[in-house]
Nanobody, 124 residues
Framework: QVQLVESGGGLVQAGGSLRLSCAASGRTFSNNVIMGWFRQAPGKEREYVAAITRSGSMTYYTDSVRGRFTISRDIVKNTLYLQMNSLKPEDTAVYYC????????????????WGQGTQVTVSS
């Protein structure tokens, strides 16, 4: 089985930065695994944020975070990261990492494994 554990969330003022981490354990992923970040604000659907291939050679972002967020991964440490800069109040949500072989990397229910989430709160 796979365990994904997120960390790094917290409270930050608008314009600030946070770096989220997601440590994976339990199995060695195949070369074609995709890892992603999603977020869910109160009363809203879970929303795709970013995704990355195992090698890190390809990254994908939703329009609202492109240019502000950077997804990366350390294969040796088996850890996924999300560097979030220029944070806005609308970025407030619980952030989840996911792993799997999705038919569409932006569709949350196509991922096989999920973490428990970490809260990010951006004050205005």
């Amino acid at each position: 089985q796979v365990q994904l554990v997120e960390s790094g969330g917290g409270l930050v003022q608008a314009g600030g930065s946070l770096r989220l981490s997601c440590a994976a354990s339990g199995r060695t992923f195949s070369n074609n695994v995709i890892m992603g970040w999603f977020r869910q604000a109160p009363g809203k659907e879970r929303e795709y944020v970013a995704a990355i291939t195992r090698s890190g050679s390809m990254t994908y972002y939703t329009d609202s975070v492109r240019g502000r967020f950077t997804i990366s991964r350390d294969i040796v440490k088996n850890t996924l990261y999300l560097q979030m800069n220029s944070l806005k109040p609308e970025d407030t949500a619980v952030y989840y990492c996911a792993a799997g072989w999705p038919h569409d990397y932006s569709v949350y229910d196509s991922y096989a494994y999920w973490g428990q989430g970490t809260q990010v709160t951006v004050s205005s």
